[in-house]
C-alpha cells in the first residue's frame, strides 16, 4: 500500500510540474498564445466541455466504437491464440500469414475499409479490431507456452484428454497473460478509435471535435482541451483494468506484495 502511495505521489507531481512548465511558458511569451495557450485555459475549457451534451454524446461515440472493437477483438484473438499455442502445425501454418498482416499500420487501412463499409461506426469499429487483435493473440499464444508443464504432465498421467488439459491447466495459466494483452489492447483501441475520426473526418467523436478545432481560427485551445479528455480516457479505462487484473489475479507476480 505504501508503495503504491508513493507512485501516485510522484505522478501527482509529475502532472502538476509539467502544467506548471505549460502555464509558465505560455505566461512568459516563449511561445505564442495562439500556438500553446495556458495550461489553466485549456484545463478550463475541459472542464467546461464536461457540460456541453453535444461534446459528451461525441466523447459517448468514441468509447461505443472503442468497446465494440475490444469486445471483438478478444472474441477473436483469444480462441485464435489457443489454437495456435496448443496446436504446432496450425501455427506453422498460420505463421507467414500473421506475420505479414501484423505489421499493416491500421491507419493506413482507413481508406480501404471506407470504401467497403463506408462511413460510420462500422469503419471505427472494424480498424480498432484489427489494431487490437496482436496484443491479446500473442500474450495469449506467449502465455501458453509458459504453461506449467508438470501440472500438464500430471492430468495427462491421470488419464484427462487434451481439452480438459487446456481448460484446467493452460486457459487458468494463460488468463492473467490473456488479461495483460487486453490492457494493452485498450490503450491500442483508444488511440485507433480517435485517430480514425481525426482523419477520416465523418461521422461523430472524440476525434471528430478536435479535428474541427483544428480548423478553426482560433482552436488550438478547443484541440488541446479535446486531447486533455482522450488522456484522461486512457487514464480511467487503464486505471480499471489494472484494478481488475490485481483483484483477478493477485497470485501473479507482478501483483505479489500489492495491498
Known sequence: MKGRQEQLLLGASGVLLAFGACEAVSRAGVVRRSYLPPASEVLAR??????DPVFLDGIAATLRAWALGLALACAIAV???????????VDAAARAIVEFLRPLPSV??????????????ETKVALVTYASVWPILFNTVYGLGESDPLA???????GFGRLSVLLRVELPGTAPFI???????????????????????????????IAQAGLATDGTRDVLAGVVWAGVLGLVINGVLVWGERRLFPWTPGRRGVG
Open 108 to 121: 493506413a487501412l482507413i481508406p480501404l475499409v471506407s470504401l467497403l463499409l463506408g462511413s460510420g461506426t
Open 152 to 158: 500438464k504432465e500430471t492430468l495427462r498421467a491421470f
Open 79 to 89: 480462441p485464435v491464440g489457443l489454437v495456435l499455442g496448443s496446436v504446432p502445425v
Open 179 to 209: 488479461a495483460a494483452g487486453i490492457r494493452i489492447s485498450a490503450a491500442v483501441a483508444l488511440i485507433l478509435a480517435v485517430a480514425t475520426e481525426i482523419l477520416s473526418g465523418f461521422g461523430e467523436g472524440l476525434g471528430i471535435f
Open 46 to 51: 475541459a472542464m467546461e466541455l464536461a457540460g
